[in-house]
């Protein structure tokens, strides 16, 4: 059972910062913050992830609150591309799910917006 | 570079018939590896994952087998399809920090 809530669908113009919720009440102290992302048609793609501090790479910036409950993935400027859902994981594996898989929830499906 | 290969893309089979779906992983030793399937309008659901060769774990129960003849490659079967086993089939493989899917195979069973 997935371990987290998202809402299900949310829109942003194309160019602006989208920011994708996702709470995590439950999470325990040594699990991770995943994120993936799917485009339509293709398989998963892994994003980013975290553990406490705040991160950011070349594809997004994750902001976990102090309390770890809750996270935030934000697309600093969305493009039409980055049309996909959006998969919020924890995992106590560093691996992002350790031997025994991934548990995806539904995702929230983001829709960019010419 | 480590690369993962799925094949077919896309495949029409009757009910009835066997399957068998072939997964790959390049540049890489040891990998764990996965199978998942994402049927229409709903979630990713784990069905096999395997650490090592020969070491198979079964998620659901279903008319699905795979096996690990070799480290890097990952095989899905099935003796009969049913209409249920209509899906989007992805390989996985994980080495460090998250994981990497393949590009799929569709599978309509007609």
């Known amino acids: 059972d997935a371990k987290t809530t998202q809402p299900p669908s949310m829109d942003c113009a194309e160019g602006r910062a989208a920011n994708l919720p996702c709470n995590h009440s439950?999470?325990?102290?040594?699990?991770?913050v995943y994120w993936y992302r799917q485009i339509h048609s293709q398989g998963p793609q892994y994003i980013i992830h975290?553990?406490?501090n705040n991160e950011t790479n070349e594809m997004a910036s994750l902001i976990i609150t102090e309390d770890r409950k809750s996270s935030t993935l934000i697309l600093p400027h969305a493009t039409l591309r980055d049309t996909a859902v959006y998969y919020c994981i924890v995992s106590g594996s560093y691996s992002g799910g350790g031997a025994d898989g991934l548990t995806f929830g539904k995702g929230t499906h983001l829709i960019i917006q010419p | 570079s480590q690369t993962i290969h799925q094949w077919p893309a896309t495949l029409v089979q009757p009910v009835g018939s066997p399957l068998s779906l072939e997964c790959t992983v390049e540049g890489t030793s040891n990998p764990n590896l996965y199978w998942y399937r994402q049927a229409a309008g709903r979630g990713l659901q784990l069905l096999f994952y395997s650490v090592g060769i020969g070491q198979i774990s079964s998620e659901v129960p279903q008319n699905l087998s795979a096996s690990r003849p070799q480290d890097r490659q990952f095989i899905l079967s099935s003796k009969k399809l049913l209409l249920s086993d209509s899906g989007f089939y992805l390989c996985?493989?994980?080495?460090?920090?998250?994981?990497?899917f393949g590009s799929g195979t569709r599978l309509t069973v007609v």
């Open positions: 996985a493989w994980s080495v460090g920090v998250g994981y990497t």
């Open positions: 439950t999470i325990s102290g040594n699990e991770y």
């Open positions: 975290g553990l406490k």
